[in-house]
């Protein structure tokens, strides 16, 4: 198998003095303004005082315009960084037809085959658009990514 090599910069920062809802308000900017992914999870710092441990992974071409909204939206004065390799998977997206419309499709190469993952988006679009569950949703579109294997040679 022939993975992909890459590499992507991971950003971290403890952050006290903040809420929940000014934590989640920096992740959709962060993920809006190119991050590849954002989490954070609670930790204790010294003194005890409550905090988050904020987690960014992003291009490095987008490190400092990254640092720069992590700075004016929160209370913290550091940010370390550290350039990491990674192995992905070859993957391509590829469309659907499902009984409700066309949903993307991103397919992952494994050793022993294909795994497909539905994409959010395009999932949810589809699921609001017809007041339907996501989870229904998900199952359709992967049965209809299913019935496109079927009628490959």
Do not use: W
């Amino acid at each position: 198998m022939d993975y992909i090599h890459d590499s992507i910069v991971k950003m971290e920062s403890n952050i006290d003095d903040s809420s929940g809802e000014i934590m989640g308000y920096l992740m959709d900017r962060l993920l809006e303004a190119g991050a590849r992914d954002v989490n954070y999870h609670p930790i204790f710092m010294k003194k005890n005082r409550p905090a988050y441990q904020l987690n960014v992974i992003c291009d490095e071409s987008k490190v400092e315009m990254l640092a720069g909204i992590i700075f004016s939206e929160t209370t913290t004065i550091g940010i370390r960084y550290q350039t990491m390799e990674r192995l992905i998977l070859p993957r391509e997206i590829r469309m659907v037809k499902t009984p409700i419309g066309e949903a993307l499709v991103k397919v992952c190469q494994l050793p022993d085959g294909e795994r497909a993952y539905p994409e959010y988006e395009s999932a949810a679009s589809l699921a609001k658009e017809y007041q339907m569950p996501l989870p229904e949703v998900y199952d359709m579109i992967r049965e209809a990514y299913d019935r496109t294997k079927e009628c490959r040679p």
